[in-house]
């Protein structure tokens, strides 16, 4: 194979753009319909862990349990439905779990289930089209991130992070 620049161009086909991505995802039941904008995401990372197991001096490396990475989105903050910022509702979502004032909740087991939510994060060719599609079940915010307010700050729109925690995903395509 030929290492020159042409050869690499001929064979080259295009590349994958990093800005192009969807996600969808409902922030609790509360809000099953809400419509909101992701600036920033990625695939999740999973590890897959490795047993050490000796013998005889040696040791014999096995595959083990396999872990998720918190998923972490940053959102574009918006006028959601009702005139409401979008960081309400996603801080909505995450005092269904544990209240900021009682630090409980009222919600059984099967409650905390009914509130946990699917998301898809979708990688996008140029043209739009479907490339990858990783759904994450059981979803909830472990943290509601700040949302940074500065006088000097102009023509920029707010975000904040959101970290998602989630009990699998499933690669679908």
């Given at each position: 194979m030929s290492h020159s620049i042409s050869s690499f161009i001929n064979n080259?086909?295009?590349?994958?753009?990093p800005n192009r991505f969807r996600v969808t995802g409902s922030v609790g039941s509360n809000t099953p319909n809400l419509t909101f904008h992701i600036r920033a995401a990625s695939m999740p990372a999973s590890t897959l862990s490795t047993l050490l197991i000796p013998y005889r001096?040696?040791?014999f490396k096995m595959p083990g349990n396999r872990t998720y990475a918190t998923w972490q989105i940053s959102v574009l903050d918006d006028i959601a439905q009702g005139g409401v910022s979008l960081w309400?509702?996603?801080h909505d979502w995450s005092e269904q779990f544990n209240d900021h004032v009682t630090n409980l909740t009222t919600a059984t087991q099967?409650?905390?289930?009914d509130k946990m939510t699917t998301w898809n994060v979708y990688q996008l060719d140029i043209n739009g089209a479907d490339l990858r599609r990783i759904t994450l079940y059981n979803c909830w915010p472990s943290d509601v991130g700040q949302v940074a307010l500065s006088m000097d700050t102009n023509d920029e729109l707010v975000t904040?992070?959101?970290?998602l925690?989630?009990?699998?995903?499933?690669v679908i395509i």
């Open positions: 080259f086909g295009g590349g994958l753009r001096g040696r040791t309400r509702p996603f099967k409650d905390f289930t904040f992070p959101i970290n925690e989630y009990s699998h995903y499933d």
